[in-house]
């Protein structure tokens, strides 16, 4: 693929909101909000390794599509994966944690996309370990995908606590269920201060004191750059 052919295909995968791993909610489309909310896509303009940037977006694109069978956000999404979480760090190995569909749907599609970044990093880096690490990833993407749809296919609610466990536990360790439990409520503080309305009103002081800090005799004013590769 030439370059005016790349330049032609992102000027369609940039529209398309499952080629971003980072989505404001469901159900939205970049074009409609000036890709606010979107970040680090997964084919890009640049891409080395397209064919395997591809499967990775289908599986993506399968989960989401999967979940909003359940009329939820990914906010709420969020949630029902640490209410699993924290099931699981209250109980010994041994007992039950009682989990719901929902909390399995929210479950696997949770470690679908953790999958899909690990993927989608390690697929960018040409050594032979990444690409194996890579691999394996785009692996437990597609299994991911697979719980979920069966789950969605049943439609009730199962005894799904072993297949929740072995998910996490296989996945998930301390350290990056800390990691999950600090951006999920990093988003939902920004998500608040976004609604409170004394917001507004500090916005002003915010820059005046910027521009004072910097010497500058007019406010700063900073742009959030979006995380991409290109």
Known sequence: ????????AWAVDQLDPDNWLKIPDFGINPQDVAFEGFSFPIVTQNSKSYGLQRVLREHVKTARALIRKEDRSIDEVSADFLEVLDMMDAKPESEKIDASRRHAMSTFYMLTMLSAE?????????YSRSLELCYESIARCAEGVRNLA???????????DAGIKEAIEGYVGLDLRRKIRTEIAIKGAQAKLALDPKQADKAPVLECWSAGKHGRKTPLIVKERKNTRD
Do not use: H, W
């Open 118 to 126: 690990t993927a989608d990093r390690r697929g960018a880096d040409r």
């Open 1 to 8: 693929m030439n370059a005016k052919e790349r330049s032609t």
């Open 150 to 160: 069966l789950l969605s296919l049943k439609g009730k609610r199962d005894s799904i």
